[in-house]
């Protein structure tokens, strides 16, 4: 069976293709039409298809859009009611739902050769749940979802038995902890449905003395939901502009409202435990990319195990719907690396270069040339293998640097073109993490907060927030050998086994995707040396 997922409607559009119960491509439409999140999330938007990420999937498995047996929309319209019924003020909802229901013709149109009739809608919670729960390694488990909002809910619970989902509860809109934070996002002068990553930064310099007033307006309840209502921010504290200093009244009100969020996932967790007994919880939804509340949950829920979908936001319901919907007829293998994105061979990186007339190197080992130059505090631009499937980093689309250089941090936010409070992650070889950082392991995703150890904190200050966490990637040398014998070789050099990892891009710019952005990329920031593929370019010679 042929299936083709696609998330279209809200933000982050993106493709996925699973063909026999096997995952065999998944990209977010961002990397190739390189507008960030893909497109802004609104209702004169929603008609807008990842038609590049779809061709790319189809092309991966060498289909046509004629081979497909099913697209999995993921947003089903059948669903929805007026947002004014709903207890929402967006007086354009109407056109979205419209162009929710023409999707089918709109994909035709996309892809041409497909019958629209292949065309079937997902909830867009059933397939968030999916993307967790089905491609999680348990096929037992309880999944929560969390987001802005779907067609009338903004959460659900539920509980998966040999891949199979029963739904135990749902949150209706108006109240959503999702809609909460982005309101807050856009409250505190960043980009909503985008930089809500940057307020729980933001938090980590605040106290949370206004908890006590969100409170008023966000909290769980007794039967599995939650209260989350409009909050009047400004009588807590005065807005800001964008790209105005932030204030210690901004932080605290950031530490406020990430507190009450955290409450309300531990709330609704501890129910969903009670009604399933699970030893595992899967989640998926854009609060599940809060990695601060992840770590909460697993240090103070009932939960032995908490597994997050790396795509969790709407992206990753293009995963998740093509995965239902396998589902329902064959079994569907689980997601066993978010590298499910564009790659190319060594001769295509070669010819990318040649046709570029850059000067590059071949050396015997790429990790051992990289190494050496992080020694030397050398900022590395590393592109290795199939990209990311998620907002995530993880050691294939990759700026690193040396951690035990404090300046790093401010380095690589000024190259990269960020706010100074933000931080930077480790980059650990997983059987020797627990040496150093103290939380959820092993953390192949990045979707956790670490404590480091005090011992370590002053030989890697360049990782460590300001409240002496580190948001950890461990890597399991099996299934990511390069990036291992590249941190085995820096520590013979240094005697750290850590290494900085950001996101290769500059602000604004979706992650590096193809060799044309990596090179771009290098020849417009201030970095070192390019690690493209088994080929190193330097700054020195390709700018000399």
Same mark, same amino acid.
């Given at each position: 069976?042929?299936?083709?997922?696609?998330?279209?409607?809200?933000?982050?559009?993106?493709?996925?293709?699973?063909?026999?119960?096997?995952?065999?491509?998944?990209?977010?439409e961002e990397?190739?039409?390189?507008?960030?999140?893909?497109k802004?999330?609104?209702?004169?938007?929603a008609w807008?298809?990842p038609?590049?990420s779809?061709?790319?999937?189809l092309?991966?498995?060498g289909?046509?859009?004629?081979?497909l047996?099913?697209?999995?929309y993921?947003?089903?319209?059948?669903?929805?009611?007026?947002?004014?019924?709903?207890?929402?003020?967006?007086p354009?909802?109407h056109?979205?739902?419209?162009y929710?229901?023409r999707?089918?013709?709109?994909?035709a149109?996309?892809?041409?050769?497909?019958?629209p009739?292949?065309?079937?809608?997902?909830?867009?919670h059933?397939?968030h749940?999916a993307s967790?729960g089905?491609?999680s390694?348990?096929?037992?488990?309880?999944?929560?979802?969390l987001?802005?909002?779907?067609?009338?809910?903004s959460?659900?619970?539920?509980?998966?038995v040999?891949?199979?989902l *029963?739904v135990?509860?749902s949150q209706?809109l108006?109240?959503?902890?999702?809609?909460?934070?982005?309101?807050?996002?856009?409250?505190?002068g960043?980009?909503?449905?985008?930089?809500?990553?940057?307020?729980?930064?933001?938090? =980590?310099?605040?106290?949370?003395?206004?908890?006590?007033?969100?409170?008023?307006?966000?909290r769980?309840?007794?039967?599995?939901?939650?209260?989350?209502r409009?909050?009047?921010?400004?009588?807590?504290?005065?807005?800001?502009d964008?790209?105005?200093?932030?204030?210690?009244?901004?932080?605290?009100v950031?530490?406020?409202?990430?507190?009450?969020?955290?409450?309300?996932?531990l709330?609704?967790?501890?129910?969903?435990h009670?009604?399933?007994?699970?030893?595992?919880?899967?989640l998926?939804g854009?609060?599940?990319?809060n990695?601060?509340?992840n770590?909460?949950?697993h240090?103070?829920?009932?939960?032995?195990?908490?597994w997050?979908q790396?795509?969790?936001?709407?992206?990753?319901?293009?995963?998740?719907?093509?995965?239902?919907?396998?589902?329902?007829?064959?079994?569907?293998e689980?997601m066993a690396?978010?590298?499910?994105?564009?790659?190319? =061979?060594?001769?295509?990186l070669?010819?990318?270069?040649?046709?570029s007339?850059?000067?590059?190197?071949e050396p015997?080992?790429i990790?051992? *040339?990289?190494a050496?130059?992080l020694?030397?505090?050398?900022?590395?631009?590393?592109?290795?293998g199939?990209?990311?499937?998620?907002?995530?980093?993880?050691?294939?689309?990759?700026l690193?640097?040396?951690p035990?250089?404090?300046?790093n941090?401010?380095?690589?936010?000024a190259?990269?073109?960020r706010?100074?409070?933000?931080?930077?992650?480790?980059?650990?070889l997983?059987?020797?993490?627990?040496e150093l950082?103290d939380?959820?392991?092993?953390?192949?995703?990045?979707?956790?907060?670490?404590?480091?150890a005090?011992?370590?904190?002053e030989?890697?200050p360049?990782?460590?927030?300001?409240?002496?966490t580190?948001r950890?990637q461990?890597?399991?040398?099996a299934?990511?050998?390069?990036v291992a014998?590249m941190?085995?070789?820096?520590?013979?050099r240094t005697?750290?086994?850590?290494?900085?990892?950001?996101?290769?891009? *500059?602000?604004?710019r979706p992650?590096?995707?193809?060799?044309?952005?990596a090179?771009?990329?290098?020849?417009?920031?201030?970095v070192?040396?390019?690690?493209?593929?088994?080929?190193?370019?330097?700054?020195?010679?390709?700018?000399?």
């Open positions: 069976m042929r299936v083709l997922g696609v998330n279209a409607l809200f933000h982050d559009p993106a493709a996925a293709l699973v063909v026999d119960g096997r995952i065999v491509a998944a990209a977010e990397r190739f039409s390189r507008r960030k999140h893909g802004r999330p609104l209702p004169f938007s807008e298809l038609e590049l779809a061709r790319w999937c092309e991966q498995a289909l046509r859009p004629a081979d047996d099913v697209v999995a993921s947003y089903d319209p059948g669903l929805a009611r007026p947002a004014g019924d709903m207890g929402l003020d967006d354009w909802d056109l979205r739902q419209e929710a229901r999707a089918p013709e709109f994909l149109e996309a892809l041409p050769g497909l019958d009739g292949k065309v079937r809608f997902v909830a867009h059933v397939a749940a967790a089905q491609a390694p348990h096929p037992d488990c309880a999944v929560l979802v987001d802005g909002r779907g067609e009338c809910g959460h659900l619970s539920g509980r998966y040999d891949r199979q *029963t135990l509860a209706q108006p109240d959503s902890v999702g809609l909460f934070y982005e309101d807050l996002t856009q409250h505190l960043f980009l909503r449905s985008s930089d809500e990553f940057k307020v729980m930064a933001l938090a =980590s310099y605040g106290k949370p003395r206004f908890a006590d007033r969100l409170r008023e307006f966000v769980a309840d007794d039967a599995g939901g939650f209260t989350a409009p909050v009047p921010w400004e009588e807590l504290v005065p807005g800001r964008p790209g105005t200093p932030w204030t210690q009244d901004h932080a605290d950031a530490a406020s409202a990430q507190a009450c969020l955290e409450e309300v996932v709330d609704l967790a501890r129910w969903l009670c009604r399933t007994g699970d030893d595992v919880l899967a998926a854009g609060v599940a990319l990695c601060v509340a770590t909460r949950l240090r103070e829920g009932p939960f032995r195990e908490i997050v790396p795509a969790a936001g709407d992206a990753g319901t293009a995963l998740g719907a093509a995965m239902h919907v396998a589902g329902e007829k064959e079994p569907v689980s690396t978010p590298a499910l994105g564009r790659g190319w =061979s060594d001769e295509e070669r010819g990318w270069l040649e046709r007339a850059v000067p590059y190197e015997a080992d990790a051992e *040339t990289v050496e130059e020694s030397r505090d050398g900022v590395v631009a590393w592109f290795q199939r990209s990311e499937f998620g907002p995530r980093a993880l050691g294939h689309r990759s690193l640097a040396h035990g250089r404090a300046g941090l401010e380095r690589l936010n190259v990269k073109g706010e100074e409070f933000r931080p930077v992650a480790p980059m650990v997983a059987e020797r993490a627990a950082f939380g959820p392991l092993p953390s192949p995703y990045m979707l956790f907060v670490h404590d480091v005090e011992q370590w904190r030989r890697i360049a990782v460590v927030h300001v409240d002496g580190a950890v461990t890597v399991d040398s299934a990511e050998p390069l014998r941190l085995e070789a820096f520590e013979r005697g750290l086994p850590v290494v900085v990892n950001t996101s290769l891009n *500059t602000a604004g992650m590096v995707d193809d060799p044309r952005d090179l771009e990329c290098f020849g417009s920031a201030p070192d040396l390019l690690a493209l593929g088994p080929f190193a370019v330097r700054r020195g010679r390709a700018f000399a």
